[in-house]
């Protein structure tokens, strides 16, 4: 189902796949270098809001199918700064929401009466759900940079366990990933 999916989105110009380093956002989050192709989803959003007349949905950056391993990879690019609040900062970010709306807006896609598939919404359920969060850890400082090499497992605990806590009921996602931006490339090779 997901490659008509895919097939689908692109014909109806709600998926608009490229670089990621090419999205619109990539310079200011630092991911401008990042090779890997994905859907651009905060076009996606854009696009579904301005058919459903809302606003206010927020959206994960990326969007991944990959139809030959029946997976759909929820993407999010934090450029954090390393700061002693950095617990309250991470949950300011709504991850969990953006992964909860994100999701909203797909099955919004796969709903559409346009979008004709024997038991979509049950196959679209099936799916194997990632989320991933490729983070930096920013500082001006270069001996706080050094620092903040160490607190990057740290960080990559909280941000786990914060949206694990506020996973969303009655959908099967995987345990979140979490990647370093600069590694992205390389590390996500394993989910593709």
Known sequence: M???????????????????????????????????????????????????????????????IIDSKNRINFIEFKQLENRENIID??????????????????????????????????????????????FSLSNKNSIIKFVSLLRLAYVEEKIISHIKQNYIEGEQFNAPICMKIEDFDKKYLQYK
């Open 89 to 134: 900062w991470i949950e300011n970010l709504d991850l969990p929401l953006k992964i909860k709306d994100s999701r909203d807006i797909l099955y919004n896609i796969v709903r559409s009466r346009d979008f004709v598939y024997r038991d979509k919404k049950k196959k679209i359920l099936s799916c194997e759900k990632n989320i991933i969060i490729s």
């Open 2 to 64: 997901l490659t008509s999916l895919k097939q689908f989105g692109i014909d109806k110009n709600y998926f608009e796949i490229k670089k990621i380093g090419d999205f619109s956002n990539a310079s200011k989050e630092g991911f401008d270098h990042i090779k890997t192709e994905a859907i651009d989803f905060d076009k996606t959003k854009e696009k579904v809001c301005n058919e459903l007349k809302q606003e206010g949905y927020k959206s994960c950056d990326a969007l991944d």
